[in-house]
Protein backbone atom coordinates (compact mmCIF):
# COMPACT_ATOMS: atom_id res chain seq x y z
CA UNK A 1 0.00 0.00 0.00
CA UNK A 2 2.89 2.58 0.81
CA UNK A 3 4.29 1.87 -2.69
CA UNK A 4 1.02 2.25 -4.44
CA UNK A 5 0.73 5.94 -2.24
CA UNK A 6 4.21 6.94 -3.16
CA UNK A 7 4.10 6.36 -7.08
CA UNK A 8 0.46 7.97 -7.26
CA UNK A 9 2.34 11.06 -5.70
CA UNK A 10 5.12 10.50 -7.68
CA UNK A 11 3.03 10.66 -10.93
CA UNK A 12 0.95 13.67 -10.25
CA UNK A 13 4.24 15.33 -9.28
CA UNK A 14 5.69 14.64 -12.56
CA UNK A 15 2.82 16.37 -14.40
CA UNK A 16 3.36 19.32 -12.27
CA UNK A 17 7.00 19.24 -12.71
CA UNK A 18 6.36 19.76 -16.59
CA UNK A 19 4.22 22.32 -16.87
CA UNK A 20 6.04 24.38 -13.77
CA UNK A 21 9.20 23.48 -15.02
CA UNK A 22 8.86 24.90 -18.54
CA UNK A 23 7.24 28.17 -16.76
CA UNK A 24 10.10 28.51 -14.57
CA UNK A 25 12.90 27.86 -17.50
CA UNK A 26 10.71 30.27 -19.75
CA UNK A 27 10.80 32.94 -16.90
CA UNK A 28 14.50 32.19 -16.27
CA UNK A 29 15.20 32.75 -20.16
CA UNK A 30 13.17 35.87 -20.66
CA UNK A 31 14.43 37.70 -17.08
CA UNK A 32 17.94 38.57 -18.79
CA UNK A 33 16.09 40.12 -21.35
CA UNK A 34 13.80 42.25 -18.95
CA UNK A 35 16.71 43.06 -17.03
CA UNK A 36 18.39 44.71 -19.80
CA UNK A 37 15.12 46.87 -20.49
CA UNK A 38 13.91 47.48 -17.00
CA UNK A 39 15.98 49.92 -14.69
CA UNK A 40 16.42 47.97 -11.12
CA UNK A 41 13.88 50.85 -10.18
CA UNK A 42 11.35 49.81 -12.40
CA UNK A 43 11.75 46.36 -11.56
CA UNK A 44 11.74 47.16 -7.79
CA UNK A 45 8.47 49.50 -8.17
CA UNK A 46 6.70 46.05 -9.71
CA UNK A 47 8.28 44.21 -6.36
CA UNK A 48 6.39 46.76 -4.26
CA UNK A 49 3.12 46.65 -6.28
CA UNK A 50 3.12 42.64 -6.24
CA UNK A 51 3.79 42.87 -2.91
CA UNK A 52 1.27 44.77 -2.07
CA UNK A 53 -1.52 42.73 -3.77
CA UNK A 54 0.23 39.55 -1.86
CA UNK A 55 -0.62 41.23 0.97
CA UNK A 56 -3.87 41.99 0.53
CA UNK A 57 -4.99 38.82 -1.49
CA UNK A 58 -5.70 36.80 2.19
CA UNK A 59 -8.50 38.68 2.42
CA UNK A 60 -10.41 37.77 -1.35
CA UNK A 61 -11.49 34.45 -0.05
CA UNK A 62 -10.90 34.62 3.54
CA UNK A 63 -8.96 31.62 2.78
CA UNK A 64 -11.98 29.36 2.24
CA UNK A 65 -10.87 27.93 -1.35
CA UNK A 66 -8.93 25.35 0.87
CA UNK A 67 -11.37 23.73 1.85
CA UNK A 68 -12.64 22.73 -2.29
CA UNK A 69 -10.20 19.60 -2.49
CA UNK A 70 -11.02 18.33 0.98
CA UNK A 71 -15.10 18.56 0.72
CA UNK A 72 -16.30 14.75 -0.11
CA UNK A 73 -19.80 16.32 -1.22
CA UNK A 74 -19.50 17.90 -4.90
CA UNK A 75 -22.31 20.45 -4.48
CA UNK A 76 -21.39 21.35 -0.64
CA UNK A 77 -17.72 22.01 -2.61
CA UNK A 78 -19.44 23.66 -5.62
CA UNK A 79 -21.74 26.27 -3.73
CA UNK A 80 -18.76 26.84 -1.27
CA UNK A 81 -16.62 27.81 -4.40
CA UNK A 82 -19.65 29.97 -5.35
CA UNK A 83 -19.74 31.65 -2.12
CA UNK A 84 -16.26 32.49 -2.13
CA UNK A 85 -16.29 34.05 -5.34
CA UNK A 86 -19.27 36.43 -4.02
CA UNK A 87 -16.76 37.13 -1.45
CA UNK A 88 -14.35 38.15 -4.11
CA UNK A 89 -16.48 40.40 -5.39
CA UNK A 90 -17.17 42.14 -2.22
CA UNK A 91 -13.87 42.54 -1.27
CA UNK A 92 -12.87 44.01 -4.72
CA UNK A 93 -15.42 46.53 -4.73
CA UNK A 94 -13.73 47.60 -1.09
CA UNK A 95 -10.50 47.73 -2.11
CA UNK A 96 -11.44 50.40 -5.26
CA UNK A 97 -13.02 52.62 -2.74
CA UNK A 98 -10.32 52.59 0.34
CA UNK A 99 -7.69 53.22 -2.70
CA UNK A 100 -9.52 55.66 -4.19
CA UNK A 101 -8.86 57.61 -0.89
CA UNK A 102 -5.74 56.53 0.51
CA UNK A 103 -3.49 55.95 -3.14
CA UNK A 104 -1.52 58.70 -2.37
CA UNK A 105 -0.09 58.21 0.98
CA UNK A 106 0.60 54.51 -0.07
CA UNK A 107 2.71 54.76 -3.50
CA UNK A 108 4.85 57.73 -1.66
CA UNK A 109 5.47 55.74 1.62
CA UNK A 110 7.29 53.36 -0.90
CA UNK A 111 8.89 55.42 -3.21
CA UNK A 112 6.84 54.35 -6.35
CA UNK A 113 4.84 57.76 -6.70
CA UNK A 114 5.04 56.78 -10.89
CA UNK A 115 2.48 54.65 -10.28
CA UNK A 116 0.07 57.00 -8.69
CA UNK A 117 -2.60 56.97 -11.75
CA UNK A 118 -2.78 53.63 -12.49
CA UNK A 119 -3.76 52.59 -8.69
CA UNK A 120 -6.55 50.95 -10.32
CA UNK A 121 -4.62 47.99 -11.70
CA UNK A 122 -4.09 47.12 -8.08
CA UNK A 123 -7.88 45.86 -7.72
CA UNK A 124 -7.25 43.91 -11.12
CA UNK A 125 -4.68 42.32 -9.96
CA UNK A 126 -6.62 41.48 -6.81
CA UNK A 127 -9.73 40.28 -8.80
CA UNK A 128 -7.79 38.08 -10.82
CA UNK A 129 -5.73 36.32 -8.38
CA UNK A 130 -8.45 35.32 -6.55
CA UNK A 131 -10.64 34.26 -9.12
CA UNK A 132 -7.35 32.37 -10.23
CA UNK A 133 -7.01 30.79 -6.95
CA UNK A 134 -10.84 29.50 -6.50
CA UNK A 135 -10.22 27.43 -10.23
CA UNK A 136 -6.87 26.60 -9.41
CA UNK A 137 -8.58 24.52 -5.83
CA UNK A 138 -10.80 23.46 -8.19
CA UNK A 139 -8.93 21.31 -10.82
CA UNK A 140 -6.69 20.35 -7.34
CA UNK A 141 -10.01 18.40 -6.54
CA UNK A 142 -10.44 16.96 -9.53
CA UNK A 143 -6.80 16.46 -9.78
CA UNK A 144 -6.48 17.87 -13.32
CA UNK A 145 -2.88 17.99 -12.61
CA UNK A 146 -1.62 18.38 -16.88
CA UNK A 147 -4.45 21.04 -17.16
CA UNK A 148 -2.98 22.92 -13.99
CA UNK A 149 0.54 22.46 -15.91
CA UNK A 150 -0.93 24.67 -18.83
CA UNK A 151 -2.11 27.02 -17.50
CA UNK A 152 1.61 27.76 -15.69
CA UNK A 153 3.05 27.78 -19.16
CA UNK A 154 0.02 29.85 -20.54
CA UNK A 155 0.20 32.39 -18.09
CA UNK A 156 4.05 33.14 -17.95
CA UNK A 157 4.09 33.02 -22.05
CA UNK A 158 1.30 35.79 -22.01
CA UNK A 159 2.68 37.76 -19.61
CA UNK A 160 5.93 37.82 -20.51
CA UNK A 161 5.08 38.49 -24.23
CA UNK A 162 3.44 41.85 -22.68
CA UNK A 163 6.32 42.83 -20.38
CA UNK A 164 8.78 42.52 -23.42
CA UNK A 165 6.29 44.40 -25.83
CA UNK A 166 5.77 46.96 -23.53
CA UNK A 167 9.18 47.64 -22.56
CA UNK A 168 10.52 48.03 -25.71
CA UNK A 169 7.96 50.84 -26.22
CA UNK A 170 9.57 52.52 -22.84
CA UNK A 171 6.36 51.96 -21.25
CA UNK A 172 8.68 51.76 -18.19
CA UNK A 173 7.34 50.09 -14.70
CA UNK A 174 3.91 50.00 -15.79
CA UNK A 175 4.98 47.48 -18.69
CA UNK A 176 5.94 45.44 -15.95
CA UNK A 177 2.97 45.92 -13.83
CA UNK A 178 0.19 44.83 -16.43
CA UNK A 179 2.50 41.89 -17.88
CA UNK A 180 2.28 40.75 -14.49
CA UNK A 181 -1.94 41.40 -14.81
CA UNK A 182 -1.84 39.53 -18.05
CA UNK A 183 0.10 36.67 -16.28
CA UNK A 184 -2.17 36.19 -13.37
CA UNK A 185 -4.92 36.18 -15.90
CA UNK A 186 -3.52 34.08 -17.99
CA UNK A 187 -4.70 30.90 -17.50
CA UNK A 188 -8.69 31.82 -16.53
CA UNK A 189 -10.17 30.76 -19.72
CA UNK A 190 -8.12 27.50 -19.87
CA UNK A 191 -9.89 26.63 -16.63
CA UNK A 192 -13.36 28.14 -17.53
CA UNK A 193 -13.27 26.21 -20.30
CA UNK A 194 -11.99 22.89 -18.67
CA UNK A 195 -14.73 23.31 -15.87
CA UNK A 196 -17.62 24.64 -17.57
CA UNK A 197 -19.30 21.46 -17.52
CA UNK A 198 -18.86 21.45 -13.70
CA UNK A 199 -20.11 25.01 -13.28
CA UNK A 200 -23.12 24.24 -15.14
CA UNK A 201 -24.28 20.82 -13.66
CA UNK A 202 -23.59 22.23 -9.86
CA UNK A 203 -24.75 25.55 -10.64
CA UNK A 204 -28.76 24.59 -9.48
CA UNK A 205 -27.53 22.90 -6.57
CA UNK A 206 -26.14 26.58 -4.88
CA UNK A 207 -28.88 27.75 -2.29
CA UNK A 208 -28.15 30.42 0.38
CA UNK A 209 -28.77 28.13 3.28
CA UNK A 210 -26.00 24.81 2.15
CA UNK A 211 -23.94 28.26 1.38
CA UNK A 212 -24.66 29.22 5.15
CA UNK A 213 -24.15 26.02 6.71
CA UNK A 214 -20.88 25.73 5.17
CA UNK A 215 -19.29 28.61 5.50
CA UNK A 216 -20.51 28.58 9.37
CA UNK A 217 -19.13 24.97 9.82
CA UNK A 218 -15.54 25.98 8.67
CA UNK A 219 -15.77 29.04 10.20
CA UNK A 220 -12.23 28.46 11.89
CA UNK A 221 -10.73 29.03 8.24
CA UNK A 222 -11.00 32.51 8.15
CA UNK A 223 -10.85 32.77 12.26
CA UNK A 224 -7.19 30.76 12.31
CA UNK A 225 -5.98 30.65 8.64
CA UNK A 226 -7.20 34.24 7.35
CA UNK A 227 -4.57 35.65 10.11
CA UNK A 228 -1.91 33.50 9.44
CA UNK A 229 -1.79 33.54 5.40
CA UNK A 230 -1.43 37.67 6.12
CA UNK A 231 1.15 37.00 8.40
CA UNK A 232 2.64 35.11 5.85
CA UNK A 233 2.52 37.23 2.87
CA UNK A 234 3.46 40.29 5.21
CA UNK A 235 6.38 38.09 6.10
CA UNK A 236 7.32 37.14 3.06
CA UNK A 237 7.05 40.64 1.04
CA UNK A 238 8.47 42.79 3.88
CA UNK A 239 11.77 42.34 3.32
CA UNK A 240 10.97 44.63 -0.49
CA UNK A 241 8.72 46.92 1.54
CA UNK A 242 11.46 47.62 3.65
CA UNK A 243 14.29 48.21 1.18
CA UNK A 244 12.10 50.27 -0.71
CA UNK A 245 11.10 52.27 2.00
CA UNK A 246 14.84 52.70 3.50
CA UNK A 247 16.90 52.20 0.67
CA UNK A 248 14.44 53.24 -2.33
CA UNK A 249 12.85 51.43 -5.44
CA UNK A 250 16.59 50.74 -7.17
CA UNK A 251 17.78 48.65 -4.48
CA UNK A 252 14.27 47.11 -3.81
CA UNK A 253 14.77 45.71 -7.19
CA UNK A 254 17.98 43.85 -6.68
CA UNK A 255 16.63 42.08 -3.62
CA UNK A 256 13.47 41.26 -5.95
CA UNK A 257 15.12 39.66 -8.47
CA UNK A 258 17.68 37.93 -5.83
CA UNK A 259 13.86 36.41 -4.11
CA UNK A 260 12.72 35.76 -7.70
CA UNK A 261 15.74 33.62 -8.52
CA UNK A 262 16.14 31.54 -5.16
CA UNK A 263 11.88 31.16 -5.69
CA UNK A 264 13.02 28.97 -8.90
CA UNK A 265 14.20 25.93 -7.11
CA UNK A 266 11.69 26.28 -4.17
CA UNK A 267 8.62 26.42 -6.66
CA UNK A 268 9.74 24.30 -9.07
CA UNK A 269 9.94 21.41 -7.48
CA UNK A 270 8.79 22.09 -3.43
CA UNK A 271 5.42 23.39 -4.84
CA UNK A 272 5.05 20.81 -6.88
CA UNK A 273 5.52 17.88 -4.53
CA UNK A 274 3.57 20.06 -2.13
CA UNK A 275 0.10 20.32 -4.38
CA UNK A 276 1.03 16.70 -5.30
CA UNK A 277 1.36 16.10 -1.69
CA UNK A 278 -2.17 17.74 -0.76
CA UNK A 279 -3.85 15.83 -3.40
CA UNK A 280 -3.03 12.35 -1.75
CA UNK A 281 -2.85 12.54 1.75
CA UNK A 282 -6.30 15.13 1.53
CA UNK A 283 -7.85 11.78 0.09
CA UNK A 284 -6.20 9.59 2.99
CA UNK A 285 -7.83 11.58 5.83
CA UNK A 286 -6.37 12.11 9.15
CA UNK A 287 -7.02 9.07 10.98
CA UNK A 288 -4.50 7.13 8.91
CA UNK A 289 -1.77 8.81 11.01
CA UNK A 290 1.16 6.45 10.19
CA UNK A 291 0.85 6.66 6.35
CA UNK A 292 0.86 10.36 6.66
CA UNK A 293 3.44 10.00 8.73
CA UNK A 294 5.49 7.72 6.30
CA UNK A 295 5.01 9.27 3.36
CA UNK A 296 5.72 13.54 5.26
CA UNK A 297 9.02 11.96 6.31
CA UNK A 298 10.02 10.30 2.86
CA UNK A 299 8.96 13.49 0.88
CA UNK A 300 11.38 15.81 3.56
CA UNK A 301 14.27 13.17 3.10
CA UNK A 302 14.19 13.50 -0.67
CA UNK A 303 13.22 17.64 -0.48
CA UNK A 304 16.50 18.18 1.97
CA UNK A 305 18.59 15.85 -0.85
CA UNK A 306 17.47 17.63 -3.58
CA UNK A 307 17.86 21.58 -2.14
CA UNK A 308 21.85 21.16 -1.57
CA UNK A 309 22.71 20.95 -5.23
CA UNK A 310 20.90 24.86 -6.06
CA UNK A 311 22.40 26.39 -1.98
CA UNK A 312 25.72 25.06 -2.86
CA UNK A 313 25.73 26.26 -6.53
CA UNK A 314 24.00 30.22 -5.13
CA UNK A 315 26.45 30.48 -2.43
CA UNK A 316 29.49 29.55 -4.93
CA UNK A 317 28.84 31.74 -7.64
CA UNK A 318 25.65 34.28 -7.66
CA UNK A 319 27.40 37.16 -8.05
CA UNK A 320 28.83 35.87 -10.87
CA UNK A 321 26.06 34.53 -13.04
CA UNK A 322 23.81 37.12 -11.98
CA UNK A 323 26.40 40.00 -13.58
CA UNK A 324 27.01 37.64 -16.60
CA UNK A 325 22.88 36.89 -16.97
CA UNK A 326 21.22 39.72 -16.03
CA UNK A 327 24.02 41.95 -16.79
CA UNK A 328 26.20 44.50 -14.54
CA UNK A 329 23.62 46.92 -12.72
CA UNK A 330 22.57 43.50 -11.05
CA UNK A 331 25.60 42.43 -9.49
CA UNK A 332 24.24 43.02 -6.26
CA UNK A 333 21.22 40.73 -6.74
CA UNK A 334 23.65 38.31 -6.63
CA UNK A 335 25.55 39.05 -3.61
CA UNK A 336 21.84 39.31 -1.95
CA UNK A 337 21.30 36.01 -3.19
CA UNK A 338 24.38 34.49 -2.09
CA UNK A 339 23.39 36.01 1.70
CA UNK A 340 19.41 34.69 0.68
CA UNK A 341 20.56 31.23 0.37
CA UNK A 342 21.15 30.34 3.99
CA UNK A 343 17.91 29.73 4.28
CA UNK A 344 17.36 28.51 1.43
CA UNK A 345 17.25 24.53 2.56
CA UNK A 346 14.59 24.36 5.37
CA UNK A 347 12.30 26.52 3.28
CA UNK A 348 12.58 23.61 0.59
CA UNK A 349 11.77 21.27 3.32
CA UNK A 350 9.38 23.15 5.21
CA UNK A 351 7.29 24.91 2.05
CA UNK A 352 5.95 21.68 0.58
CA UNK A 353 4.37 19.76 3.53
CA UNK A 354 2.68 22.59 5.27
CA UNK A 355 -0.10 23.72 3.70
CA UNK A 356 -1.57 20.04 3.07
CA UNK A 357 -0.81 18.59 6.15
CA UNK A 358 -2.03 21.51 8.47
CA UNK A 359 -5.08 21.50 6.21
CA UNK A 360 -5.70 17.76 6.82
CA UNK A 361 -5.02 17.62 10.65
CA UNK A 362 -7.07 20.87 10.71
CA UNK A 363 -4.76 22.73 13.47
CA UNK A 364 -5.32 25.89 12.38
CA UNK A 365 -4.27 27.34 15.65
CA UNK A 366 -0.97 25.88 15.27
CA UNK A 367 -0.46 27.17 11.96
CA UNK A 368 -1.23 30.60 13.54
CA UNK A 369 0.78 30.31 16.01
CA UNK A 370 3.68 29.73 13.99
CA UNK A 371 2.87 32.35 11.58
CA UNK A 372 3.07 34.87 14.84
CA UNK A 373 6.04 33.76 15.40
CA UNK A 374 7.59 34.14 12.34
CA UNK A 375 6.21 38.22 11.75
CA UNK A 376 7.95 38.92 14.95
CA UNK A 377 11.55 37.25 14.07
CA UNK A 378 11.27 39.21 11.05
CA UNK A 379 9.75 42.24 12.62
CA UNK A 380 12.56 42.05 15.48
CA UNK A 381 15.20 41.67 12.79
CA UNK A 382 14.54 44.60 10.71
CA UNK A 383 13.89 46.88 13.85
CA UNK A 384 17.45 45.90 15.13
CA UNK A 385 18.36 47.00 11.54
CA UNK A 386 16.84 50.31 11.11
CA UNK A 387 18.21 50.97 15.00
CA UNK A 388 21.43 50.34 14.58
CA UNK A 389 21.37 51.53 10.53
CA UNK A 390 22.95 48.32 8.94
CA UNK A 391 23.62 48.30 5.51
CA UNK A 392 21.49 46.39 3.31
CA UNK A 393 23.59 43.23 3.34
CA UNK A 394 23.79 43.25 7.13
CA UNK A 395 20.47 43.68 7.04
CA UNK A 396 19.78 40.98 4.90
CA UNK A 397 22.49 38.18 6.98
CA UNK A 398 20.49 39.05 9.93
CA UNK A 399 16.93 38.14 8.04
CA UNK A 400 18.27 35.11 6.63
CA UNK A 401 19.60 33.73 9.83
CA UNK A 402 16.10 34.43 11.57
CA UNK A 403 13.99 32.57 8.76
CA UNK A 404 16.82 29.51 8.72
CA UNK A 405 15.98 29.01 12.53
CA UNK A 406 12.09 30.01 12.29
CA UNK A 407 11.62 27.24 9.43
CA UNK A 408 13.76 24.55 11.41
CA UNK A 409 11.67 25.01 14.08
CA UNK A 410 7.99 24.94 12.20
CA UNK A 411 8.86 21.91 10.59
CA UNK A 412 9.51 19.72 13.76
CA UNK A 413 6.37 21.44 14.85
CA UNK A 414 4.60 19.82 11.81
CA UNK A 415 6.38 16.31 12.08
CA UNK A 416 5.55 16.28 15.75
CA UNK A 417 2.05 17.23 14.81
CA UNK A 418 1.30 14.17 13.16
CA UNK A 419 3.09 11.68 15.05
CA UNK A 420 0.83 12.55 18.01
CA UNK A 421 -2.71 13.60 15.71
CA UNK A 422 -5.20 11.89 17.70
Do not use: H
Request: one cysteine or more; glycine letters at 6%.
Amino acid sequence: MKETLENAIYKNMAKLLIGDGIARILGFVITPVLTRIYLPAEMGSLAVFTSFVAILIPFSTLRYPLLIPVLKDEKMAFSLSYATFLMLLCSTILLIISLFFFKSDIFSLFSVEELFDFWWLIPISFFSLGLYELFYQWAIRKKEFLLLSKSKILQKSIGSAVQIGLGMASFGSLGLIIGSIFSEAGGLSLFARSFKKDICCNYRFVRWSRMKVILGKFVNYPVYRLPAQFLLSLSGKMPLLYFAWKFGAGMAGQVGLATTMLSIPVTLLGSSVGKAFYAEVSGMGSSKRIEILYLTRKVIQKLFCISLIPTILIVLFAPILFELFFGTDWVQAGVFARILAIYLITQFVYSPISEGLFNILKRQSIVLCLKIIRILIISMAFGACYYWELSPIATLLLYSIGMAANYVVATLVIINAVKYQK
